[in-house]
Structure formats: structure tokens, C-alpha cells
T-cell receptor
């Protein structure tokens, strides 16, 4: 079983739609969760960071974590064409000296004007 | 806004040659990382570096790879004898702290093409 599963899409939505992106994970040691956005041939850009179950909101973005189900989500409200990118979930464990991020494969999102 | 910078943006090399990929982490950050992303695949962790030594490395990071912080600003990844399968995007990242505040910021990457 892969540590982090993420539907690669592609996902195509009309401008203004609400987008839901999801990841599941199997490793209970993962305690910190991030969402990165990656434009073509660019580096991952941090969008959201959270470490507790529940919701965290930042503008049009909401990150949701359900540790009991090992499931995280990113919601994008009022999606814009500029949101078109690949969205990567990433997570890290709580282990002394271990700070590596484990990534999902990424979901490619296209927002159509 | 501070950012991680990587050079070169694209490196082409012949199989068996040595390459050095360079990174300038964010200036007050203390933890440094290299990741790679083979085309169409996940971003994969290679190595983390703190206090002038490797703190963790993955199975990918074998004897062909090495990292160095030659001065107060640069962080390098050396691949001693490149193989075709080393062709990938290589990302450098840095974070201010480890543990709970391990928020990693990535550079734009170096695309390595091994011919």
C-alpha cells in the first residue's frame, strides 16, 4: 500500500466552481500536513500547513484534516483560471531528526474561463 | 519575499559525468533538503542536512550522491557518475526549524538531463 494516495486527475472545472482535492494516507505517524501548488516546470509553492484535525481557512482556500480517517482535503472556492496548476499534498511525521516530506502524486487542475 | 534559488535551471550532461547542482537557501534557515521529481512521478525525498551534516537520507541517496555546504550561503548536491535514470527535476528546499515548525520552502528546481 502506498503511503500517500492522491487522485492524479486531471480535473477540469468552470471558473467560479468549488474545487475539492483529496489525499489519503496509511502511516499514522504523519502528523503535519501541507498543500503545495506547482505550476508547470516550477517548484512546489506552499499553500497551506496544518497539524491538527479540523479546518483551516486562508482566503479562498480551506484545508481539512481528518486524522481518524487518514484523509485530508483542500477546497478552493470561487476558482480562477490562475488556480490552474498541479496540487500536491505532503505530510511529515513526528520523529526526532526526521523532517522529510512525503508527497502525493499531485492532482492536475484546470479552471476553464 | 525571501526565496530559495537554484542554479542552473537546466543542466545537460553525458552519462558517467559528474554534476553539481547549486542552491542558495533562505538566509535565516537552518535545515536544508534535496528532493527529486522524475517526469510524471511524485516528488521524492533525497536528503536533509543540518548543522553541517546529513540528518537523514533516503534509499535513493546512495554513494553516487553527496551534499555539501561549502560556505555560509550555498548548498550543493553532487552526483558523481550520472546515469540515465538520474534525469529528473531536482528541488532544493529549506526550513527555519525542524519538528513542528518544519515548513519547507522550495526552489524552482534544476532540470537534469543525462544523455
Amino acid at each position: 500500500q502506498k503511503e500517500v494516495e492522491q487522485d492524479p486527475g486531471p480535473l477540469s472545472v468552470p471558473e467560479g466552481a468549488i474545487v475539492s482535492l483529496n489525499c489519503t494516507y496509511s502511516n499514522s505517524a504523519f502528523q503535519y500536513f501541507m498543500w503545495y501548488r506547482q505550476y508547470s516546470r516550477k517548484g512546489p509553492e506552499l499553500l497551506m500547513y496544518t497539524y491538527s484535525s479540523g479546518n483551516k481557512e486562508d482566503g479562498r482556500f480551506t484545508a481539512q484534516v481528518d486524522k481518524s480517517s487518514k484523509y485530508i482535503s483542500l477546497f478552493i472556492r470561487d476558482s480562477q483560471p490562475s488556480d490552474s496548476a498541479t496540487y500536491l499534498c505532503a505530510m511529515s511525521a513526528v520523529r526526532a531528526g526526521s523532517y522529510q516530506l512525503t508527497f502525493g502524486k499531485g492532482t492536475k487542475l484546470s479552471v476553464i474561463p | 519575499e525571501p526565496e530559495v534559488t537554484q542554479t542552473p535551471s537546466h543542466q545537460v550532461t553525458q552519462m558517467g559525468q559528474e554534476v553539481i547542482l547549486r542552491c542558495v537557501p533562505i538566509s535565516n534557515h537552518l535545515y536544508f533538503y534535496w528532493y527529486r521529481q522524475i517526469l510524471g512521478q511524485k516528488v521524492e525525498f533525497l536528503v536533509s542536512f543540518y548543522n553541517n551534516e546529513i540528518s537523514e537520507k533516503s534509499e535513493i541517496f546512495d554513494d553516487q550522491f553527496s551534499v555539501e555546504r561549502p560556505d555560509g550561503s550555498n548548498f550543493t548536491l553532487k552526483i558523481r557518475s550520472t546515469k540515465l535514470e538520474d534525469s529528473a527535476m531536482y528541488f532544493c528546499a529549506s526550513s527555519e526549524e525542524g519538528g513542528a515548525k518544519n515548513i519547507q520552502y522550495f526552489g524552482a528546481g534544476t532540470r537534469l538531463s543525462v544523455l
